[in-house]
């Protein structure tokens, strides 16, 4: 907060929370221990923060002091265990948590077994509860790890994340006949029965029934008080799914062809619609077939695998300035989640070349979530020629996890995402796809290159290089031909074109 020249940089960023439904928004902000919030500066941060955001909903600026306790930042790291890893939980008590409280630096000791040591390093728990610290208090946190014995246990504890379980998605294979509209599709789909929860950019194929035409008018924004329209429909692969399409009017002609039972491949997220049933809305359709309609889910075991690659919640300081107007975007960004990744090879070739590292980055309907990074092993050494490119030693990959055990995580990381990356398609995805094979899987989901996006725009380059384009958008590419350095400059560089005028 460096409002009136810093006066209030105290005050930092804990929480926002949107109540649609009755039109509320609440935001907190934590302050020190030493700091007081009188009428005057919540008056003051109350209109500032409600001319800078400009909401059609009420805003209620609330304030939490931020208490530098022992005893309350014990609390604070045993919930931390209890909604992340209940096996940790059960391994640790007050008695084993030491705090020590400069100022505010807060150093912390945690006494722990040789076991509950290896998942926190195998894991990378220590860097997560930092930052669980830092954003529920005021003051920089360490933490030193102690094995002490006296807390050993009879035998290895089992790790138990508060997380999805990679498992493979059950897809079959379509033959499109003729697109309708919208982005091209896999021709990959899952089955409806398989789908009970909401997801993005799911890919569904079936006979279509009750086509219907209706109208609705816009109640809000600057196209308020127009008619628009929409078609609705069932889709049917032994189960039936509720369907709806908005129609844009260039788009109306190819809808009223719509007929009761036609094969489409359709393209959509699914999501709660009336009466909070769920619907799939469309985005994308083709006219296709299949020969036989499968209802059998092929599985692939995962049950042994344990996540291995780094994943973590991104931390991205500029956009959390609720002061400073977030940019719109145009589709698929604006709705969509998107992967954007990169990957650092022994070489050019995807038959006899091998993956080092695998980074990537989270877009969740045009904010920047979730970061993904990763050395892979691999099985012959890398050549000096690769090293002077990207940097990467043989030493620093020797205790890397095998490809079979990484590509899993990022297929799970991927799954519903649209996946993007810097002229990927003749390149990365090739790597990609061999080494899902190795594990039974395909890559199946929809694909923007931002390169070829980048040769659409008419900008002022001499090459279409991901660091020429960055520089020439504003964006600072830093340890360029490094995985996650690449993927992170991606997705600003797809964010930057994608940007509503």
């Known amino acids: ?40 500066t919540r008056s003051f941060i109350q209109k500032l923060v409600e ?32 909604q992340n890893y209940k096996s940790i939980l059960s391994q640790i008590s ?11 630096n807060v150093l912390l000791s945690l006494s722990v077994c040789e076991q509950v040591y290896n998942l926190f390093e195998a894991n990378f728990v220590q860097k997560k509860l930092i930052s669980f610290l830092q954003n529920e208090f005021i003051a ?5 790890l102690i094995v002490d014995e006296k807390y050993a246990i009879s035998s290895d504890i089992p790790f138990v994340p508060i997380s999805v379980k990679p498992k493979k998605t059950y897809r079959y294979e379509v033959t499109i006949i003729k697109d309708l509209f919208g982005s091209k599709i896999q021709p990959f789909p899952e089955l409806i029965k398989n789908n009970t929860s909401p997801k993005t950019s799911l890919i569904l194929f079936g006979k279509i029934s009750k086509v219907t035409k209706k109208e609705f008018t816009i109640k809000k924004g600057k196209r308020k008080g127009e008619s628009k329209s929409y078609f609705s429909f069932n889709l049917y692969d032994g189960k039936t799914l509720d369907c709806i399409y908005f129609c ?45 309609m499968p209802n059998e889910e092929e599985e692939v075991d995962f049950s042994q695998h344990k996540v291995v690659a780094e994943i973590e919640d991104f931390k991205d300081h500029q956009q959390e300035n609720i002061f400073v107007k977030e940019p719109t975007y145009n589709e698929p960004i604006a709705s969509s989640n998107i992967v954007v990744y990169d990957l650092e090879t022994t070489g050019l070739n995807p038959e ?44 620093m990959v020797a205790n890397a996890p095998k490809i079979e055990d990484v590509i899993v995580d990022f297929y799970n990381f991927c799954e ?10 003749d390149f990365d995805n090739k790597f990609l796809k061999k080494a899902l094979a190795k594990v039974g899987l395909k890559l199946t989901n929809q694909n923007l290159d931002v390169f070829l996006l980048a040769r659409t725009k008419k900008l002022k380059t001499n090459n279409l290089k991901l660091t020429t384009v960055a520089a020439a958008l504003g964006i600072d590419l830093k340890g360029a031909h490094r995985a996650y350095n690449d993927a992170f400059a991606t997705a600003k560089v797809l964010l930057k074109l994608n940007e509503a005028n």
């Open 1 to 40: 907060m460096q409002a009136e020249g810093g006066k209030y940089g105290f005050l930092k960023l804990y929480s926002v929370f949107l109540d649609k439904e009755l039109g509320e928004c609440e935001i907190t902000f934590l302050y020190p221990e030493k700091n007081q919030i009188d009428n005057e």
């Open 51 to 82: 001319d800078n955001l400009k909401l059609n909903s009420k805003i209620r600026v609330k304030f939490k002091k931020s208490f530098l306790d022992e005893r309350l930042i014990k609390k604070v790291i045993l919930d931390f265990f209890a």
């Open 94 to 104: 007050e008695e084993q948590i030491g705090v020590t409280i400069e100022g505010e």
């Open 140 to 144: 920089n946190f360490s933490v030193k």
């Open 248 to 292: 844009p009017k260039s788009n109306e002609n190819k809808c009223k062809a719509l007929a009761d039972g036609m094969n489409f491949l359709c393209l959509g997220d699914l999501r709660p619609g009336l009466d909070d049933k769920l619907t799939y809305y469309i985005k994308a359709m083709a006219l296709a077939q299949t020969k036989v």
């Open 352 to 395: 006899l070349d091998e993956i080092i590292e695998i980074g990537a980055i989270k877009i969740e309907k045009g904010k920047i979530t979730k970061r993904f990074a990763s050395f892979v092993k691999p099985l012959n050494k890398i050549s000096d020629e690769t090293i002077k490119i990207n940097h990467i030693t043989n030493e």
């Open 416 to 425: 519903g995402c649209i996946i993007s990356g810097y002229n990927n398609t």
